[in-house]
Nanobody, 122 residues
């Protein structure tokens, strides 16, 4: 069992930055590929960024490539999303997700956090 808790969301103006954190329970954090998803009002949940178990490979949605950076610290059982140059279209609830196999862009993950709200004003 894995429990995930997101933090770091908030209200920012366009062009600003936020850093989201995902804290995971247990000592087998490195056994899971991790991803960030987001869901805006009236929209389907979409893949944002993913990272392999070791952290050596990362993946990004085209909409955030060059602005967002995903990372993980397996020693701390933590995963992060650095978001720069935020746009109003980035407004969504952001979710941390984990699964035991490879990173995937569809939301077929074993574990999910509760989500953290990111709101970007213009």
């Amino acid at each position: 069992q894995v429990q995930l808790v997101e933090s770091g969301g908030g209200l920012v103006q366009a062009g600003g930055s936020l850093r989201l954190s995902c804290a995971a329970s247990g000592r087998t954090f490195s056994s899971y590929a991790m991803s960030w998803f987001r869901q805006a009002p009236g929209k389907e949940r979409e893949f944002v960024a993913g990272i392999s178990k070791s952290g050596d490979s990362t993946y990004y949605a085209d909409s955030v490539k060059g602005r967002f950076t995903i990372s993980r610290d397996n020693a701390k059982n933590a995963m992060y999303l650095q978001m720069n140059k935020l746009k109003p279209e980035d407004t969504a609830v952001y979710y941390c997700a984990a699964k035991r196999d490879l990173v995937g862009t569809s939301p077929l993950y074993n574990y999910w956090g509760q989500g953290t709200q990111v709101t970007v004003s213009s």
